[in-house]
């Protein structure tokens, strides 16, 4: 496996560009600063606001799709497909490298940091890296070293609701894109649901989740960019 570097990877998130929106704006200027030591390109795509509930599931949807289709146009090789929340661990690019090192060939993606896993309701870390779940997890399936969960079952893990977001961030394997985005159309499609709750459900053998490091989490700057 390549190692993951500034050269072939991109970062690609979606951003609100409203002058009247500041927490949007520090998120940019926060991801930004915070992703400089690693040189990491950036992919600030333009948000929609969210003006009533109707529309709520639909444009979060479109969001996330977007985020897979700009990084399809890229000619790198991996791809940080994440809210703008999100906030990397402070060694990132070495445990992330750790991490992937130990998936087997073929990996479709790498759940960086899901809230209900560095324990989002609690937000007792003040700093990423720790495994505090929500609820207990002792009957998931991790790798020997202890990084990352296998054997991801969309149907296990919906059950116990750990939705992958809060924030979603994901790191996705070029070749397995295509594959990763249609799964995702396809059941949004069938069941619009949350985008959280539907890559929980799409999880399969070849997709995988960080357990200890969490490679980040989710820093919203003061607020919502929500005006549901």
Not at 89 to 102: A, G, I
Not at 162 to 184: C, R, T
């Amino acid at each position: 496996m390549n190692e993951i570097t500034s050269k072939n990877t991109v970062l690609v998130t979606t951003s609100l560009f409203d002058n009247n929106n500041s927490i949007s704006a520090k998120r940019r200027e926060h991801l930004k600063n915070i992703m400089s030591k690693y040189n990491i390109p950036i992919f600030f795509a333009n948000g929609i606001k969210i003006k009533n509930k109707q529309n709520y599931l639909y444009i979060l949807s479109y969001i996330l799709q977007q985020r897979f289709v700009n990084f399809k146009k890229t000619n790198l090789d991996y791809g940080i497909i994440c809210d703008d929340d999100f906030h990397p661990h402070s060694n990132f690019l070495e445990e992330l490298n750790t991490t992937v090192s130990l998936l087997p060939a073929g990996w479709r993606s790498l759940h960086l940091c899901p809230g209900y896993l560095w324990g989002r309701k609690f937000r007792r870390c003040i700093e990423p890296g720790n495994l505090d779940p929500e609820n207990n997890i002792d009957d998931l399936e991790y790798d020997i070293s202890g990084r990352f969960f296998i054997n991801c079952n969309g149907i296990k893990w919906s059950k116990k609701e750990i939705w992958l977001g809060g924030p979603i961030a994901i790191l996705v394997n070029k070749n397995n894109v295509d594959s990763l985005l249609n799964d995702f159309i396809n059941y949004y499609n069938k069941s619009p649901q949350p985008n959280d709750v539907i890559l929980t459900k799409i999880l399969t053998n070849n997709d995988y989740v960080c357990r200890s490091p969490q490679l980040g989490y989710e820093n919203e700057q003061g607020n919502s960019t929500f005006n549901i």
